[in-house]
């Protein structure tokens, strides 16, 4: 390091680590369509990790500053003794901050990625630390695992610095860039006071949700979103996951009356624009939402609209939920419907859909380590209702009682999710009155 790029470790206070990744739920479009809670790489594995090794630790969204991010961006990226890079679903900006650390500092980088993304760019040459993910979340085993081998991985960057760089790694010779760090000992206590301030308000989100308090949960996310929009600036885009959040306990709060609150979330959507989008996550939000504005008011533009979104969720990732709920809005207009023919294609197309869902969750259920994703509940319930559905209720009552009988039991909302679903699945297997 050049001897006059001054530190936080210089002047007593603790080390600096800045994490430069995505921020929520992310589509990784690599080798296979998936989806990945980054914040859930954060919170399981790179933050335990870092406090571990008695690092303060930042990440790159919790920087304050004044509608303009490169300042203190490029000053993190400069100073900090560590920076760890979470480059999993090719995050663009992940990835340029990277290039921008590369470029200013020779050593103390860690990269990490999810193990089955595809590298992107030149960037396969780079020692890189993988983790597994199991559906969107890190198993319990995984995260313990990846946390002391990212531990290890730190304490031998720090007490062993050599270059990492691929800049100054072939370019002999080069020397750093030099400047004072008054900054950044600023630039940290801000950082930590907006970390503090949005993991408050995400985990009062998560916690009021899961009590089936969504009127609660609706006004902590609502507060989170303002604060990322004000640390964003007005001329940086939303961000998804906090949208997508905002949007589920919005329709689910049901105030001031049911269908105002689904037409709010929808408003509270549109920065996502569901009609051209290829998140799952946003497909499957934005068709619960018309399907329950039919549920209303009988609208069918609404139902069709609803085919569209989660067709278009199924078809992309072949996700469960997306696929349940086509199959379901699919019977649910056969039975709508004039032309006996369309009927009848919307009744099959429903049947083949319910068919590759089983198929696929057959497959993800055997896994040995299905029972420690976090989606496990819902693979189970998904198993049931598409089975009963099927006329299949035999098979579907085994699928019912293990997911009532979890260890961690679900929640009220949960299972009057299920219960919603199982209603419609059986209407659905009985014959039509003729």
């Known amino acids: 390091m050049p001897a006059d790029v001054q ?21 990784d479009y690599g080798k296979e369509t998936r989806t990945l809670d980054l914040d859930a790489t954060y919170r399981a594995i790179i933050k335990p990790a870092v406090v571990a090794c008695g690092m303060t630790c930042i990440r790159a969204d919790e920087i304050t500053h004044s509608g303009v991010i490169d300042k203190p961006m490029y000053e993190m ?70 946390q002391s081998e990212l531990e290890e991985l730190i304490r031998g960057v720090l007490a062993k610095p050599d270059t990492d760089s691929p800049v100054f790694t072939f370019l002999d010779g080069l020397n ?9 000992q600023k630039e940290i206590k801000s950082a930590e006071k907006v970390s503090d301030n949005l993991a408050q308000l995400l985990e009062a989100g998560r916690t009021a949700a899961a009590a089936s308090q969504h009127a609660l949960a609706k006004q902590n996310f609502a507060k989170a979103c303002a604060l990322m929009a004000q640390q964003k600036g007005p001329e940086q885009p939303p961000d998804p996951f906090m949208i997508q959040q905002l949007a589920l306990a919005t329709y689910k709060a049901k ?27 946003t497909l499957g939000i934005a068709g619960a939402i018309q399907k329950r504005i039919w549920e209303q008011t009988r609208d069918m533009s609404a139902l069709d609209k609803a085919v569209e979104l989660y067709g278009r969720g199924f078809e992309i990732k072949r996700d469960y939920y997306n696929g349940e709920n086509l199959a379901l809005c699919l019977d649910l ?78 929640a009220q909302w949960e299972l009057d999710t299920f219960e919603g679903g199982k209603k419609y699945a059986l209407e659905l297997a009985m014959p039509v009155p003729r």
Not at 8 to 14: E, K, L, M, N
Not at 104 to 112: A, D, F, G, W
Not at 176 to 184: D, F, H, R, S, V
Request: hydrophobic share 40%; glycine share 4%.
């Open 333 to 410: 207009r056969a039975r709508e419907q004039k032309n006996p023919d369309e009927a009848a294609y919307d009744r099959l197309t429903a049947q083949k859909a319910r068919v590759r869902i089983v198929e696929g969750l057959r497959v993800s259920l055997a896994a040995p380590s299905a029972s420690d994703r976090s989606d496990y509940k819902w693979m189970l319930a998904t198993m049931a209702n598409t089975l009963y559905a099927m006329g299949r209720s035999d098979d579907a009552k085994d699928f019912e009682r293990t997911f009532r009988t979890l260890s961690k039991p679900p």
């Open 176 to 184: 750093g860039p030099t400047m004072t760090a008054k900054q950044l």
């Open 77 to 146: 990226l400069l100073r900090a003794d560590l920076v760890i890079a979470d480059i999993s679903t090719a995050n663009a900006n992940a990835i340029y901050e990277l290039g921008v650390r590369h470029a200013l500092r020779p050593h103390s980088t860690i990269v990490i990625k999810e193990l089955d993304g595809a590298f992107h760019f030149d960037l396969n040459h780079l020692a890189t630390l993988q983790y597994k993910h199991l559906g969107d979340d890190i198993g319990f085993s995984e995260a313990q695992t990846k």
């Open 255 to 281: 105030l001031p009356n049911p269908l105002q609150a689904l037409l709010d979330a929808w408003q509270t959507l549109a920065p996502l624009s569901a009609d051209t989008s290829t998140d799952p996550e």
């Open 7 to 27: 530190n936080a470790s210089a002047t007593g206070a603790p080390k600096t680590c800045f994490v430069i990744m995505g921020f929520g739920k992310k589509t």
